[in-house]
């Protein structure tokens, strides 16, 4: 299987390039006949979750005012590790109906080059236009037996070489301890305040060691180098007329601080920093060349998932 960082740059209906980046986490995405496949779906939830990756089903997933089809269906098959297919047929009247919903989400597998386990029940025909690939039969009494060893494989083929065996969270967290920052616990007002000029936006908030200096991070690896772009010179718009309005604010009754105060925090942003994460090199081009003709006010980062790997190899 293919190793390499990439994103979905054309849409298969049409629409503006989504970015998703492929197999980006630890997901399988389940196309299933909902009606027909409700034992092994209970199996294939628990063999899942023993291993410690997470099953997703467009009939699982909630996407309000969104585009159903890019939502529930092609973007978590873009981004799932791996996925597994079952291709039992409905049955109206004694006659066996491929389910088209389920053998579209099968074309859609095959056509984004993804790693499929397909299975069906050994009683059933395969549809001819598929009937050529390898497909696991089963019965009740062996699916689960047949389905673990699939899937054991499935994982032991897509894990990509620059995710360590850790959650996403403990990832990140691991390589900002690497850069000497860590998350802001948010206990103070103030603390709380400053993280929220850029949740809003995507960014959170770490500091160093010592507490003296704040940064935000944002770890933008799914979005398109000029989106993550808008955010950060939207974050520091923010922050820039917060600032600028801290005198009025503060006359006014707005602000509870006092002058001395306030010229504290005028100091103590001034050594604020931002930290981006994209996905590739490719994406950290575009940034550091839009930034290198428009400079930031403060001092901005950028790291590639490239970085989190060699920075949690050289800490082992």
């Not at 590790?81 to 579209?104: H, R, W, Y």
Request: with cysteine; aromatic share 10%.
């Amino acid at each position: 299987m293919d190793k390499r960082i990439r994103k979905n740059e054309i849409c298969v209906v049409g629409l503006p390039r989504c970015d998703f980046v492929f197999s980006s986490t630890r997901n399988c995405f389940i196309g299933y006949g909902f009606s027909e496949s409700a034992l092994e779906m209970a199996i294939l939830r628990n063999l899942l979750i023993q291993r410690g990756i997470e099953a997703v089903e467009a009939g699982g997933t909630l996407a309000p005012a969104q585009n159903a089809f890019c939502a529930k269906i092609c973007s978590k098959i873009i981004v799932a590790q791996f996925c597994v297919i079952l291709l039992n047929n409905d049955v109206k009247s004694g006659t066996e109906i491929p389910n088209a919903n389920v053998n579209m989400e099968y074309g859609l597998m095959l056509g984004f080059n993804k790693y499929v386990i397909p299975f069906q029940r050994a009683s059933q025909q395969l549809p001819f236009n598929v009937a050529g690939l390898d497909t696991v039969k089963y019965t009740n009494e062996d699916f689960e037996r047949k389905a673990a060893h699939a899937i054991d494989i499935a994982i032991d083929s897509t894990t990509q070489e620059f995710i360590p065996s850790l959650s996403p969270d403990q990832i990140l967290e691991a390589f900002l301890l690497s850069k000497r920052l860590m998350l802001v616990p948010l206990t103070t007002e103030g603390d709380q305040n400053l993280f929220e000029l850029g949740r809003a936006l995507g960014f959170n908030l770490v500091m160093t060691f010592d507490g003296m200096k704040y940064a935000y991070f944002g770890n933008f690896t799914a979005l398109r180098p000029e989106a993550v772009l808008w955010r950060l010179r939207t974050l520091e718009q923010i922050i820039q007329e917060r600032l600028d309005s801290l005198p009025q604010r503060i006359k006014f009754g707005l602000a509870n601080v006092d002058e001395p105060t306030a010229a504290a925090i005028q100091t103590f942003m001034e050594k604020l920093q931002t930290f981006l994460l994209v996905t590739g090199e490719e994406d950290r081009r575009v940034l550091h060349e839009d930034l290198a003709n428009k400079p930031t006010r403060w001092p901005c980062q950028v790291f590639a998932l490239s970085d989190i790997s060699t920075a949690l190899q050289s800490i082992g």
